[in-house]
């Protein structure tokens, strides 16, 4: 048999069994399954590489103005630490959640600019990232590479400060949440400082309470509970700090 036909053969089989494991859904595609080893190692290294071939053209401006720290961490504040955590901030649904999981951006920061800038700027497939280019333009975007590289040595009472002083959620139009200036930033998920859950609802929050509304709970028809005055949000695990005031029950 000449070795082109062999070869042919090993390559009909190959694609045979890459068929068969789709076919039979041998990949299994929950975000609570993680990866083997290998496989994740393999994805891992597929996208640092393909990042690192894009990274390589941008050119990195200087950074670290303070005008560019506080616009960064006004926008980061509002739009990142949901899933990358910020100082003195508790891990959030997202963050534990997700996979592949954001990194905790407190610890990493961005030892690499232009890397940190690629990724903000066109996210990543198939992941949590989103791609914020589509609506901020590059120097904001640089301004919170700038804000990223000081995040890591900063205390949670810097950061607050920091928060305070810039102009909030604030690149140049596009913003897809309500100018607030009156930012908190430290209250976690549903921190002032951009409040993805608008003003509607009472709210009757009480995570001390008892646990009426447990998520393995089957929840009977027509009425699973009875949001005035119990506590919805339980579920056996430390939730992340939740900003009661003025946001909905927190209901799953
Ligand atoms: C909904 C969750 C989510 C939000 C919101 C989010 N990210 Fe991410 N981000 C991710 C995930 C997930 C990854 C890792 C993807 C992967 O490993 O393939 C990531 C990766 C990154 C990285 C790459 C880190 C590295 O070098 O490996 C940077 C930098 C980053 N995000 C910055 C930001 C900034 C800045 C914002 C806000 C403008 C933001 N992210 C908002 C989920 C998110």
Known sequence: MSLIKSGLILVGFGAAAVAGGIYFGAVHPGADEPHSAVV??????????????????????ALGEAAQLKSGAGNYAAMCTTCHLAPGMAP????????????????LGAPDPARAFWVIKHGIKA????????????EYIWNMVAFLQRMPTMSPEQYQALVASSGGHDHGGGESMPH?????AMEGM????????????????????????AHDAPAPAPAPHDDAGAPPHDHDTPAPPHDDAGSPPHDH
Do not use: C
């Open 127 to 138: 992941s949590g990232m989103p791609a914020w280019g589509k609506s901020m333009s590059d």
């Open 40 to 61: 994740f190692k393999l994805i891992e290294t597929a996208r640092d590489r393909a990042i690192a071939v894009r990274a390589h053209d941008v050119t990195v401006p």
């Open 180 to 184: 607030d200036d009156t930012m908190p």
């Open 92 to 107: 959030t649904e997202l963050s534990q959640g997700l996979y592949p999981a954001p990194p905790n951006l407190t610890q």
């Open 190 to 213: 549903n921190s002032g400082s951009g409040d993805h859950h608008g003003e509607a609802a009472p709210a009757a929050h009480d995570d001390t309470g008892s646990a009426p509304h």
